[in-house]
């Protein structure tokens, strides 16, 4: 069993899903991919202590500040490729960000292979199913192009800009997955 719970944020309302102990999914209300990670049936609690862990993260993201993740248990469900990805992502500093390519190299040095692609981890970071608390919109192209963020190029503008992420040579391309 999944339980779920629903909690408005600047973003809109964020559902939160746990296995009853960790943090298996935060997606914002709309977004590609919603759900998708979860195969069991679900039902709605509030009162887990993950849910109110997520919250008070939440809260004080949204606050502006730069909250740890040590004390949130999470448990995204995915490949051992996904996980590898969204361990890196866990590991961007706050108001930075990092390419699909950087991400893809330092996967081939954790793999021992000589390349791996972009394309693919931008799959894994695409398919992320705790966003925001997993920061995968602090991904870009290696053009500085904000693309392929699943809650919305309007969302992934608004993550950066409340983390203080220098955005001068960053730009929305006019066509691809971030429109």
Same mark, same amino acid.
């Given at each position: 069993m999944i339980y779920t719970t629903a909690i408005p944020s600047p973003l809109g309302i964020i559902t939160l899903a746990s296995d009853g102990e960790n943090l298996?999914? %935060?997606?914002? !209300?709309?977004?590609?991919?919603?759900?998708?990670?979860i195969r069991e049936e679900t039902c709605q609690k509030d009162d887990l202590k993950v849910?109110? %862990?997520?919250? !008070?993260?939440l809260s004080a993201?949204?606050?502006?500040?730069n909250p740890s993740l040590k004390h949130i248990p999470l448990k995204p469900d995915g490949s051992e490729f996904q996980k590898q990805v969204w361990e890196i992502l866990c590991d961007i500093p706050y108001g930075q960000v990092i390419t699909y390519g950087d991400?893809?190299?330092?996967?081939?040095?954790?793999k021992g292979v000589?390349?791996?692609?972009?394309?693919?981890?931008g799959g894994a970071v695409g398919h992320n199913p705790v966003s925001i608390i997993i920061p995968c919109h602090r991904v870009i192209g290696s053009d500085g192009s904000l693309t392929g963020y699943a809650g919305g190029i309007d969302k992934k503008i608004f993550l950066l800009r409340l983390e203080g992420a220098d955005m001068s040579n960053l730009y929305?391309?006019?066509k691809g997955t971030a429109i």
């Amino acid at each position: 069993m999944i339980y779920t719970t629903a909690i408005p944020s600047p973003l809109g309302i964020i559902t939160l899903a746990s296995d009853g102990e960790n943090l298996k999914g %935060l997606w914002i !209300e709309g977004q590609k991919y919603f759900r998708n990670s979860i195969r069991e049936e679900t039902c709605q609690k509030d009162d887990l202590k993950v849910f109110h %862990l997520a919250e !008070e993260w939440l809260s004080a993201y949204f606050k502006g500040n730069n909250p740890s993740l040590k004390h949130i248990p999470l448990k995204p469900d995915g490949s051992e490729f996904q996980k590898q990805v969204w361990e890196i992502l866990c590991d961007i500093p706050y108001g930075q960000v990092i390419t699909y390519g950087d991400i893809a190299r330092k996967i081939a040095v954790k793999k021992g292979v000589e390349r791996m692609s972009a394309q693919a981890v931008g799959g894994a970071v695409g398919h992320n199913p705790v966003s925001i608390i997993i920061p995968c919109h602090r991904v870009i192209g290696s053009d500085g192009s904000l693309t392929g963020y699943a809650g919305g190029i309007d969302k992934k503008i608004f993550l950066l800009r409340l983390e203080g992420a220098d955005m001068s040579n960053l730009y929305v391309p006019k066509k691809g997955t971030a429109i």
